[in-house]
């Protein structure tokens, strides 16, 4: 944009960094919702119970009624981390970690390349 005494003014993107007055960024990268999903989950794979109550302090704390069954399965985890973490950017890596997909019948995960699998043992299919 040019001023009218014919200096430009400059703007820079500053979504992501601390501003010059000392706020801090207004993006959460995680927050203890997410902590506690991630916990939940743990449990639910490893099958030791008491993650029913990590999931209802989150919907608590969002005005959302108690879950009353006696310990989440993987599928209801991914339900919750659905609606806690909606608009995070983190729907395709849970597709591909629960290997399921929210649109029945369509591309559901960002497919990894065979070259990227050769480079790193870790991943499996």
């Not at 040019?2 to 960024?25: E, P």
């Not at 608590?60 to 909606?86: A, P, Q």
């Not at 890596?93 to 559901?108: Q, T």
């Amino acid at each position: 944009v040019r001023k009218t005494n014919g200096s430009f003014v400059y703007y820079r993107q500053a979504k992501y960094i601390q501003m010059t007055d000392g706020q801090k960024s207004p993006f959460v990268f995680m927050d203890w919702q997410e902590n506690s999903l991630m916990k939940a989950e743990i449990m639910a794979r490893q099958n030791t119970g008491g993650n029913m109550a990590l999931v209802n302090e989150i919907r608590k704390s969002r005005g959302m009624t108690t879950l009353v069954t006696k310990d989440l399965s993987l599928d209801e985890i991914y339900v919750e981390r659905d609606k806690e973490l909606f608009l995070r950017g983190v729907r395709l890596l849970d597709e591909r970690r629960f290997n399921k997909s929210h649109i029945a019948g369509m591309w559901f995960y960002i497919p990894i390349s065979q070259n990227e699998i050769d480079k790193n043992p870790n991943l499996t299919l």
